[in-house]
């Protein structure tokens, strides 16, 4: 942590908000594949947003990435304390391996940069709650990437529970699983690069939100294969239980066939959402309540320039993003939980927790999909 940060904890005082006009000036701190194939494509149409800088270790990808989408602004990571001080941008998207989101959030924030941060928001509670103290001592915005939160299908679902169309929730299970290439570089940096930090914060994010509160109790077991190089349980299957008797399982895995969908089971019907959790496609769930099935198909949106649009709108009408820090701890808890499940063998018990704020229909965002980019020295986490 560094010295300023010390000193914020010890005399908090709020820094002046900064005034940002439109369009948001954007730095992209990181062009792997996710940048590149999903987020940098989308910018343009957000309409309230722009890249003006670009910050990677690679300076043949930054002149590529830079002369395509007309970036002004190119640093390597030496460089990134003279970005946040250069005026040249109001926030950055950070898409860095989870392990280094805290070192290059905590700056941002604490100069008053507004942070769009990949999910998981972080390796530890520790480094939440850290960067939730910078954002709120900074008066910048945080949110955290969680794209959903702004698809049709994803709301559909949440608003037929909240509507109690199908009764009172009982259960909830999902399965989400890719084949990671040994070459990518979640196959080798342990627990927080695995399926369950990388995967397993989908089902978790949607099942809170579906059931609107906080697991109290996480199991979980693993398998590892031994003829996979892999340095964790390449295959997880984990078990959260709520209060009012609710029950919650998903599997995730890096070493099965591509599947990605969860269903919800209630006391009137049930629902199921497949696919669930992609992007790139359009999600839909077949609902059977009282006997009756209803299908319906939504169309694919591009869901990464909908959340950018959203959180710039966000810092320009100075509004707290919904999936805040708040949100983005509510997952890291229970991810923390199953780690600890994992290696004790043993149930473990959450401390209370509640949750400030929930997702609302008001945010769905409908950008039309965009064609995916030719990437750059980047590869898609998959086998094919």
Known sequence: ?????????????????????????????????????????????????????????????????????????????????????????????????????????????????????????????????????????????????????????????????????????????????????????????????????????????????LFGEEPVEVSACGVRDPELPFNFDDTVSVTLRFADHRIAQFVVSYSGASMDQYRILGTKGGLEVSPGFMFGVGLKYRATIDGKTHEQAFDATDQFGGELQYFSDCILNNREPEPNGEEGLADVRVLAAIERALESGQPQNLGPFQRQGRMETAQVRKLPPVPPPELVDAAEPSKG
């Open 1 to 209: 942590m560094s010295t300023a940060f010390h000193e914020a904890e010890r005399e908090p005082q709020v820094a002046p908000a900064r005034t940002v006009q439109s369009p948001v000036r954007y730095a992209v701190v990181g062009a792997g594949w996710i940048s590149q194939a999903a987020f940098l494509p989308g910018v343009a149409q957000s309409g309230n947003s722009v890249v003006t800088a670009l910050v990677t270790g690679d300076e043949a990808k930054a002149t590529a990435l830079a002369d395509r989408y007309g970036i002004e602004h190119v640093h390597g990571y030496a460089d990134y304390d003279q970005l946040l001080s250069s005026g040249d941008i109001d926030a950055i998207y950070l898409a860095l391996p989870n392990d280094m989101h805290r070192q290059y959030a905590l700056p941002a924030l604490q100069r008053g940069i507004h942070v769009l941060l990949e999910k998981p928001m972080a390796t530890s509670e520790a480094d939440c709650e850290a960067m939730i103290e910078a954002a709120r001592n900074g008066n910048a915005k945080l949110m955290i990437a969680y794209r959903l939160h702004f698809e049709p299908a994803t709301l559909a679902a949440i608003e037929l529970v909240r509507a109690g169309k199908l009764g009172r929730i009982r259960a909830f299970s999902a399965m989400f699983s890719q084949s990671v290439a040994p070459s990518n570089h979640r196959a080798s940096h342990g627990y927080w690069a695995g399926p369950v930090s990388d995967m397993g914060v989908y089902p978790i994010n949607a099942v809170r939100n």
